[in-house]
């Protein structure tokens, strides 16, 4: 959801209520920041008056330094690590009841006073900041709230139904010392409330909320009151379980959701210390959910990623095509990596029947250099690890193939595995359960039975004590000699995800691997489209890709690796001696706040799925693992669904939530479409999923969608021509702009985002050049809908697409129609005709 301006009509002035309030939020950062490098100044001050003591030779002056060190470097880093992204809220307050200040300077009292609201009028008594750290100014008084301190918990515990002091809570999203935006909900929505004298301005959602609850009609106070009770009932619905919430465009869905998790975060912060995920379908609705639901201070609590990079190390930046898109989402793809995996070992060594080759030969079947598969070991001189065990750094030409034999010398004898033995060896191990890589050490303990079977030692061992001891000294002396290490990294080598899904480019070993799961066109397809990356997986992936790549993960595993070692302490060289635990180590290892959130977690407390009827089940697969002891919130809408098979997703969806109890509400208020643009949309739901219901749009604006044609627009098949419609692109966002003073979001089909970002990129940053599959959960002032034609017939689902395309203005919306979307006289497409 973009941010759009607080007023709902045209306003050409440059000083605009969005750009007044970021404005007024970014002097009041910039005080902020003055205040904190202040006190960084004073904490390193304090650190190198410490030092100094260190030079008194006295047990006494060592021990203080000591503790002043710890206390003056506890502060310091706590102010370095937070200073980033340091505001991110603000709520303003009706007069409490007494008069009573906190320890941080703000009054304590939780309900208004009586007499606050007079008349629907009340004046806003005190405004707080809340922040990642209490930050008070040189008289004492708050520049920012901490988080966790009780003045700030009505940020995140007040709703429309119980809003306590709250009259409006501000959400600022900002980047270093810049504010970005700010986002307003309104708690009391009915009431004038003024500011120093002038009335309290509301931007976004709360601009709306404004319109609505400030209307003279009692019927649509009415309606306020049933959007604020219906979200209300999701925010503190128990925390227990899976809470599934679905609404239509403009419900706000999104929204509720987020600020249910920041509820039940601050409800009871010890259930989710083990963190919150928040999943969302595209890059551009992490941007507004990092606005709604801030990391609030914690490193790690709150984890806000996209389905394209919720796997660490990967980043989704290329586009499939829905044919290739349907066949990476779909569940077949959960065996096709099993057998990928398998059949990438495999490549490791000649085949059973092959003939036996000189030591060290490659097979036959041999297709691929090992060393594409192997995960890459650290060079420049670091060891890599396998097993736990350290190894030399494989050197960077490829590696010899595997041989197709395996001799030894014991008992003074030679001892020998030809092809078919060790071809039966690894059928034996790979019948395990385990992941291929973690079956190793039993396919080495395979290897070792079959060799002393082979040498006939057992036999000659009637005591067990003997045998046994014989056993293990045979094994030492075999395991210890190098050319068996080599033989065994050759034979079962360490496969990468990347690897095996470079692998799969080779049509004829795909072929050979998605026997009876996919026909030959769509082994053909899926091979197509890995052939963009390199021969060890790297290159450009879809979002699809990542969800692959995780799978092989989990089919794969990862062997152990060497803990990292200890950073050394500075304090260290002071004294010379070596704390067994270092300042460095209590807090991070000396990494910053970004690269600590950066690293993956695995397992969360609380799951946030939004857009959830997107999601393929691959990608349920993937969201799945990260939340299997994990309470849920998954929000979304059916007939907004772009994935083709909602049955088959809906399989894996019950497979990722388990068995858990669900609590299920439904959002039925449109309040951010006007009833003419929810109108025109309903047009299309009707095709998409006749019987749907689309929610009820609440007001009226009086301005119909706007139809236009491109030059060409006669015409009756084949493309548009490209200049004519560029041209007729840039003509209407522009006429856009003039009638607005937000956002005006432009959609078109997937095939033509990078050409209308060409297009309209000299228009400035209020104009936003997007993809159909890129348009949900995002709400813009104005929408430009290009060719809806293209937009439904560029896959399966594609009407469906095509509606949330055309729900996500506030004010204005016009659709701009080419050859094939076949306008009448005026102007108006066939699939939105009556």
């Not at 890995?530 to 692959?548: F, I, T, Y």
Request: charged share 30%; net charge negative; glycine share 8%.
């Amino acid at each position: 959801m973009a941010a759009h301006n607080a007023t709902h009509a045209p306003d050409h002035a440059s000083d605009s209520v969005r750009d007044r309030e970021i404005e007024s939020e970014q002097t009041h950062l910039d005080r902020v920041y003055r205040r904190l490098e202040e006190k960084i100044h004073e904490a390193e001050f304090l650190m190198d008056d410490a030092a100094k003591r260190g030079q008194v030779g006295t047990p006494g002056a060592l021990a203080e330094r000591d503790a002043q060190v710890f206390q003056a470097g506890a502060h310091l880093h706590r102010l370095n690590s937070e200073y980033e992204d340091f505001l991110f809220g603000r709520i303003d307050l009706l007069l409490g009841k007494d008069g009573k200040k906190g320890p941080d300077g703000a009054f304590t009292s939780v309900e208004p006073a009586d007499g606050a609201i007079e008349d629907n009028r009340a004046a806003i008594a005190e405004t707080l900041h809340i922040g990642r750290l209490g930050v008070l100014d040189a008289e004492y008084s708050p520049l920012v709230i901490d988080w966790r301190a009780p003045a700030a918990a009505p940020f995140y515990r007040a709703t429309p139904v119980a809003p306590g002091r709250v009259v409006r809570r501000r959400v600022i999203r900002s980047k270093g010392r810049k504010v970005l935006g700010v986002e307003d909900d309104l708690m009391r929505p009915e009431v004038n409330a003024t500011l120093d004298g002038e009335e309290l301005p509301a931007v976004g959602d709360g601009a709306l909320m404004a319109a609505l609850g400030r209307a003279r009609s009692h019927t649509m106070r009415d309606i306020v009151a049933s959007i604020q009770a219906e979200q209300d009932m999701v925010i503190r619905a128990p925390a227990a379980s899976v809470t599934e919430v679905e609404g239509g465009p403009g419900t706000g869905k999104t929204a509720v959701a987020l600020h249910r998790a920041a509820y039940l975060l601050y409800q009871d912060r010890r259930r989710y210390a083990g963190g919150i995920l928040i999943v969302s379908p595209t890059p551009l609705l992490v941007a507004y959910t990092e606005g709604v639901l801030p990391s609030l201070g914690e490193e790690g609590q709150v984890a806000i990623r996209a389905l394209g990079s919720l796997v660490d190390g990967a980043e989704a930046t290329a586009y499939d095509p829905p044919a290739v898109s349907r066949i990476k989402g779909s569940s077949r793809m959960q065996k096709l990596l099993r057998k990928a995996a398998r059949g990438a070992l495999e490549l490791a060594a000649p085949a059973a029947a092959a003939p036996a080759e000189a030591d060290g030969a490659a097979g036959a079947d041999a297709q691929l250099s090992l060393e594409d598969l192997f995960t890459a070991p650290a060079r420049n001189g670091d060891d890599g690890a396998r097993n736990g065990r350290r190894t030399r750094s494989r050197p960077s030409r490829p590696a010899p193939a595997a041989p197709a034999r395996l001799r030894v010398v014991a008992f003074g004898g030679r001892i020998e595995l030809d092809a078919d033995e060790l071809h039966a060896i690894r059928q034996s191990a790979l019948s395990g359960t385990a992941p291929v890589n973690l079956l190793r050490p039993r396919a080495r303990r395979l290897i070792l039975d079959a060799l002393w079977t082979k040498s006939g030692a057992a036999r000659r061992y009637t005591d067990p004590e003997l045998a046994a001891e014989a056993r293990e000294g045979f094994d030492e002396d075999i395991t210890t000699e190098p050319d068996f290490q080599e033989f065994l990294d050759a034979w079962w080598p360490e496969l990468s995800p990347r690897g095996v899904l470079a692998a799969m480019a080779d049509e004829r070993l795909l072929g050979r691997w998605a026997r009876r799961l996919l026909n030959q066109r769509e082994v053909r397809q899926l091979a197509r489209s890995l052939r963009r990356l390199d021969s060890k997986g790297h290159g450009p992936l879809s979002v699809h890709d990542v969800a692959l790549l995780d799978e092989l993960q989990m089919v794969l595993g990862a062997p152990l690796r060497p803990p990292r070692p200890r950073e050394a302490d500075p304090l260290d060289h002071l004294t010379g001696l070596e704390e067994l635990s270092t300042y460095a180590d209590r807090n991070g290892g000396g990494r910053s706040r970004r690269e600590r959130l950066e690293e993956e977690r695995t397992d969360y407390a609380h799951v946030i799925v939004d857009e959830a009827q997107d999601l393929t089940p691959m990608q349920w697969r993937m969201v799945g693992r990260r939340g299997r002891q994990a309470t849920w919130t998954v929000v979304g809408d059916p007939a907004q669904s772009s994935w083709s098979d909602p049955d088959e997703a809906a399989v894996a969806r019950d497979e990722a939530l388990g068995t858990r109890p669900r609590r299920r509400f439904t959002l039925t208020v449109n309040y951010r479409n006007p009833a003419e643009i929810a109108a025109l949309a309903a047009r299309v739901l009707a095709l998409a999923m006749p019987g749907m219901e689309s929610p009820k749009a609440v007001r009226s604006t009086g301005l119909e969608p706007r139809f236009a044609c491109v030059a060409d627009g006669d015409r009756q098949t084949g493309p548009p021509d490209e200049a004519a419609l560029a041209e007729a692109t840039v003509a209407e966002a522009e006429r856009l702009l003039g009638q607005v003073d937000g956002t005006v979001g432009v959609v078109v089909a997937m095939n033509r985002r990078a050409q209308a970002r060409r297009w309209l990129a000299p228009l400035g940053d209020r104009v936003v050049a997007l993809g159909s599959l890129e348009a949900k959960g995002l709400e813009y002032d104005a929408t430009l809908v290009v060719s809806p034609a293209e937009i439904a017939d560029e896959s399966p689902a594609g009407l469906r697409v095509l509606y949330v395309a055309l729900t996500r203005a506030t004010q204005q919306l016009t659709v701009l129609s080419a050859g094939r979307d076949d306008p009448d006289a005026a102007g108006v497409p066939d699939l939105l005709r009556d």
